[in-house]
């Protein structure tokens, strides 16, 4: 019913006003038995779980406004219809990594989508010292070949243009990530907060490093500018669901166009900064050594199999504007094409590891913080992972040129005093 005016949903307008949608029905049973409660912990929207006697589903609305802050900053309700366009795009190109779409309204700012359980936000597990086997090989094939896909080097021109179009109208949020991310951690901007005296002293020192912000702003021209494929755009582990064995990828509304590395760099920094967190966690310094080594490894294994199904897919679905057969395969040049293959991901490299960069220091700097520092309960002991974390932050946005790869970035991590 697009044609009705928006109104935001409660728990018990949900039944009245979903319980006549014939689809819903039939997956959830009689909506008379419908239980309902809203559990959205992020920062923008409502979220509610409805089960029924015969199935369950996830409903997601997004507010006139950011839920963190209140009224007084308003946001489009437009960023549901490209989260939706998003997950769409995402379940077509790298199938079972989202959850499924049941419905979607994008008068009502609304998404009906399968209820992911008994998954927990990753951030939550990793917080818990807990070891996902498969997790590695889930977000390298999700990052693959979502932004290989989505990208000028697999897609065809005219699909591609109108893509890139309909994403370009996403601005409100992606000039929140503009200014989030890439500027406001450099200054006091107003909604700032760190650890504070503790940091003080570094926070002045890094904001008064003029090449970081030379460096910061060349990441931010990029964002802005570099439209190589379709982002998730929020891609931290606050986005990512997990089990034992599955892991699923949800929140897209961040969707833009813009460089792969800045959602591969802030997926890695989200694991980087669980390491430089265990030392405010473990029960005695070194309990939490293996987990430390597997937050590590992760960060390798993301990236080592991103780079392999990429080069795959390179070889396999290089159909799109960019790098045509016709010039080298066609003519027997296969070096030539493995070539220009290794040129590209050494790009999207440098580029992780700038976005991995910023994304440290905006998690402890900015409007958006982490769980995993911000429970640190102990003010001195927070500081210290925090301080550890920008400064290996700061080395990866100075150092991104000449860092060779994922074992670089991890004695960085560990030998940081
Ligand atoms: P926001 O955009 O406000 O950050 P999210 O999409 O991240 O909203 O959802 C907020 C929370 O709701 C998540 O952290 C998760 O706990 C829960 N959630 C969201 N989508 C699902 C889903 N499909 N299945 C189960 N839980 C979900
Ligand atoms: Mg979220
Ligand atoms: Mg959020
Ligand atoms: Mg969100």
């Not at 039939?26 to 909506?31: E, K, S, T, V």
């Not at 209140?70 to 998003?86: K, Y």
């Not at 760190?194 to 702003?217: C, F, I, M, N, S």
């Amino acid at each position: 019913d697009g044609g009705t005016e928006y109104l935001a949903l409660d728990a018990d307008s949900l039944v009245q006003r979903l319980g006549s949608l014939q689809d819903l029905r039939q997956r959830l049973g009689d909506p008379a038995g419908w239980q309902v409660r809203e559990v959205g912990d992020g920062n923008l929207n409502l979220v509610f779980i409805v089960e029924g006697p015969s199935g369950a589903a996830v409903v997601k609305q997004a507010l006139p406004y950011v839920r963190l802050v209140g009224e007084s900053w308003p946001l489009p309700l437009t960023r549901a219809f490209f989260e939706r366009h998003a997950l769409q795009r995402q379940a077509a190109r790298c199938p079972g990594r989202v959850p499924e779409i049941y419905h979607y309204d994008d008068g009502q700012a609304l998404t009906v989508m399968e209820y992911l359980t008994p998954h927990v936000i990753l951030r939550k597990s990793l917080a818990a010292g807990r070891v996902h086997e498969n997790l590695a090989a889930h977000l390298a094939a999700f990052t693959a070949e979502t932004l290989f896909r989505g990208s000028d080097l697999c897609m065809e021109t005219r699909q591609r243009k109108a893509d890139l179009a309909l994403f370009a109208d996403n601005v409100d949020l992606c000039d929140i990530t503009e200014s989030l991310v890439f500027t406001d951690p450099y200054y006091a901007a107003e909604l700032n907060r760190h650890t504070t005296p503790q940091l003080d002293g570094y926070v002045a020192a890094l904001r008064a490093d003029q090449e970081l912000k030379v460096q910061a702003q060349h990441l931010k021209a990029g964002f802005a500018s570099k439209a190589q494929t379709l982002l998730h755009g929020d891609l931290h582990t606050g986005s990512i669901m997990v089990t034992d064995g599955d892991t699923r990828m949800i929140d897209p509304e961040f969707a833009v166009y813009g460089p792969m590395g800045f959602d591969i760099g802030m997926l890695l920094a989200n694991f980087l900064m669980a390491f430089h967190a265990q030392a405010g966690h473990e029960a005695a310094p070194g309990a939490r050594d293996p987990y430390r080594d597997w937050l590590l490894q992760v960060v390798q294994e993301v990236w080592d199999g991103f780079a392999a199904r990429f080069r795959a897919l390179w070889q396999s679905e290089r159909s799109g504007i960019l790098y045509p057969a016709a010039l080298f395969e066609d003519q027997g040049h296969h070096m030539a094409a493995e070539k220009a293959c290794s040129d590209y991901l050494r790009e999207v490299w440098v580029d992780t590891v700038g976005y991995c960069g910023v994304e440290m220091h905006r998690r402890i700097l900015g409007l958006a913080h982490i769980a995993e520092l911000d429970d640190i309960a102990d003010a001195d002991r927070r500081a210290d992972c925090e301080r550890r974390a920008l400064e290996l932050g700061r080395l990866l946005v100075l150092g991104r040129h000449s860092i060779a790869g994922p074992a670089e970035i991890a004695a960085l991590a560990r030998r940081i005093e």
